[in-house]
């Protein structure tokens, strides 16, 4: 069971959690995201006019954001873990 202590100490945990700005405002989550959304575009620009290899080089590009974001932020370009 916690004791009254413990609770608190997890409560002012969880808040400074939830008061975290820079949340995914990275550059490396931006570039993720961008490169994703133009991709999607793509594709369901692709999709729609019926040219599958359009459609297929779309899901290509969001594997490659996905991969970029992760990248950038193993060199540091995305944000720290947080501490616990």
Do not use: C
Not at 29 to 55: E, K, Q, R, Y
Request: proline share 5%.
């Amino acid at each position: 069971m916690e004791t009254e202590q413990q609770s608190a100490e997890r409560q002012k945990e969880l808040e400074a959690q939830m008061r975290d700005p820079h949340d995914g405002n990275t550059p490396a989550a931006w570039t993720a995201v961008i490169i994703m959304i133009v991709a999607s575009a793509i594709g369901a620009w692709g999709l729609a006019v019926g040219a599958m290899p359009i459609f297929w080089l779309g899901v290509i590009l969001v594997i490659v954001g996905v991969v970029a974001g992760k990248v950038m932020a193993m060199m540091g370009f995305g944000q720290y873990p947080k501490r616990s």
